[in-house]
T-cell receptor, first 115, second 115 residues
Framework: DAGVTQSPTHLIKTRGQQVTLRCSPI?????VSWYQQVLGQGPQFIFQ???????GRGNFPDRFSARQFPNYSSELNVNALLLGDSALYLC??????????????FGPGTRLTVL | AQSVAQPEDQVNVAEGNPLTVKCTYS??????LFWYVQYPNRGLQFLLK??????LVKGSYGFEAEFNKSQTSFHLKKPSALVSDSALYFC?????????????FGAGTQVVVTP
């Protein structure tokens, strides 16, 4: 079975630009979460979506936004890029809508470099 | 506020020797605890989780972890380490009160297994 897929694998942008990252969850999973992993740190929670609605948001500025589509895939958008946005962006999917016991399965990530 | 601590930035062990990666947590309620492993340029792979019940949890690739409520710890263990276990290990916690399962990660512990 295919796992969580993300695209693109790598991305280079300049300050002030906008970027869109994409994620397809494991088949049958309805919940998608996004995390930012800065080099040398653990992943930080950005968003969680279920049934196209935002269910949780981390401590990130409004430049970060996301959405989920009817097929449960998701996009993460970041506007007005800053150097500090350079990171590995991870997408995770899980089966259950509610319940913090559910295992989240992660994709390979998108490496964003902001110059 | 909840937090997760991994007190060791790096753990060095010889192949065949026991491996332990430490994790402590601080939460106001009952925690759900997870271990993930990350190989270079890859996403996170799920190893095991503690939800309730037996304090000793067995997971993938021969790993196990012991939940200790009094010491607020969830240390990851493997009886006999392999060179292929060299990777970055993350402990994570979610709260029972957070029904959407947002994960909070530790900073990670680099494991180096030498032949």
């Amino acid at each position: 079975d295919a796992g969580v897929t993300q695209s693109p694998t790598h991305l280079i942008k300049t300050r002030g630009q906008q970027v869109t990252l994409r994620c397809s969850p494991i088949s049958g999973h309805k919940s998608v979460s996004w995390y930012q992993q800065v080099l040398g740190q653990g992943p930080q929670f950005i968003f969680q979506y279920y049934e196209k609605e935002e269910r949780g948001r981390g401590n990130f500025p409004d430049r970060f936004s996301a959405r989920q589509f009817p097929n449960y895939s998701s996009e993460l958008n970041v506007n007005a890029l800053l150097l500090g946005d350079s990171a590995l962006y991870l997408c995770a999917s899980s089966l259950l809508a509610r319940g913090s016991t559910d295992t989240q399965y992660f994709g390979p990530g998108t490496r964003l470099t902001v110059l | 506020a909840q937090s997760v601590a991994q007190p060791e930035d790096q753990v060095n062990v010889a192949e065949g020797n026991p491996l332990t990666v430490k994790c402590t947590y601080s939460v106001s309620g009952n925690p759900y605890l997870f271990w993930y492993v990350q190989y270079p340029n890859r996403g996170l792979q799920f190893l095991l989780k503690y939800i309730t019940g037996d304090n000793l949890v067995k997971g993938s690739y021969g790993f196990e972890a012991e939940f200790n409520k009094s010491q607020t710890s969830f240390h990851l263990k493997k009886p006999s380490a392999l060179v292929s276990d060299s990777a970055l290990y993350f402990c994570a916690v979610s709260l029972t009160t957070d029904s959407w399962g947002k994960l909070q990660f530790g900073a990670g512990t680099q494991v180096v297994v030498t032949p």
